[in-house]
């Protein structure tokens, strides 16, 4: 067996098969059928598909279960493109603070149910924690704490 730039060649006794690498199915559709009728290892062809030996097995089982459909990407990702209004913006932030403040969980999926109840929306936990991470809420968890307790100090004195 032997990886190209441009195509996996697999030597067979008096023949040869080459792939153009990207053809990705028929790749693996032949890679895993070579598996499954004990010609290659899969050690051989995780390294070849640069996937773990776990996926190699799972890919192989599912070729042999459910014929080549099982290889076919079927995830399609979040269905609604959620735009984040000012509103739910701002209860976010809101939500994320106070419960900073008060010590209760900041947590995407925690947030999400606060900001939906309040906004009646029904925005996904991913849209709500990918936002967090857009605005960096995320890093402030480490430094609010103690700029707060700053804060407090110099509101006494």
Not at 40 to 65: F, M, P, R, T, Y
Not at 87 to 92: G, N, R, T
């Amino acid at each position: 067996m032997n990886v190209e730039n441009e195509s996996t060649i697999i030597k067979l006794e008096n023949f040869e098969i080459k792939i153009p690498n990207n053809n990705s199915i028929q790749r693996k559709v032949l890679l895993l059928t070579l598996l499954n009728s004990g010609i290659l290892k899969n050690s051989e062809i995780a390294e070849l598909l640069d996937i773990s030996k776990v996926q190699v097995s799972n890919l192989s089982k599912g070729l042999i279960e459910n014929d080549v459909l099982s290889l076919i990407e079927k995830r399609k990702g979040q269905q609604k493109n959620y735009v984040i209004n000012k509103d739910v913006k701002s209860e976010l932030i809101q939500q994320y603070v106070a419960n900073l403040v008060t010590g209760k969980s900041i947590s995407s999926n925690n947030i999400t149910k606060q900001v939906n109840e309040v906004c009646k929306t029904d925005i996904a936990d991913r849209t709500i924690r990918q936002y967090i991470s857009k605005i960096g809420l995320n890093k402030v968890k480490r430094t609010f704490p103690e700029l707060l307790k700053e804060f407090k100090k110099n509101l006494k004195g």
